[in-house]
């Protein structure tokens, strides 16, 4: 079993920053990926970046430029640094982890961008 801690959420002006951690309870082999997803109110759960054991990374269009996913494997942590930061992207943030059909979720953490 594995839990998932998300944190460094909260206020920001648009075009701030912000960065957006996810801790696992213990040690993580062989994922299938990990990502970050988000939700804002009336809104389906949308894929916002993911990352594969290999390093590779997908980003939705709506973050792309904006948006860096990263891990470190070590610490089973894995980021979510969020730069220029606009309205649209308030949501509810997720971490999740897929371990080949055993998929994990955080319990979120809020991101507000607003003046």
Not at 82 to 104: E, F, H, I, P, Q
Request: proline residues 2%; hydrophobic residues 35%.
């Amino acid at each position: 079993q594995v839990q998932l801690v998300e944190s460094g959420g909260g206020l920001v002006q648009p075009g701030g920053s912000l960065r957006l951690s996810c801790a696992a309870s213990r040690r993580i082999f062989s994922t299938k990926d990990m990502g970050w997803y988000r939700q804002a109110p009336g809104n389906q759960r949308e894929l916002v970046a993911s990352i594969t054991t290999a390093g590779s990374t997908h980003y939705a269009d709506s973050v792309k430029g904006r948006f860096t996913i990263s891990r470190g494997n070590a610490e089973n942590i894995l980021y979510l640094q969020m730069n220029n930061l606009k309205s649209d992207d308030t949501a509810v943030y997720y971490c999740k982890v897929d371990l080949w059909g055993l998929v994990y979720w955080g319990q979120g953490t809020q991101v507000t961008v607003s003046s």
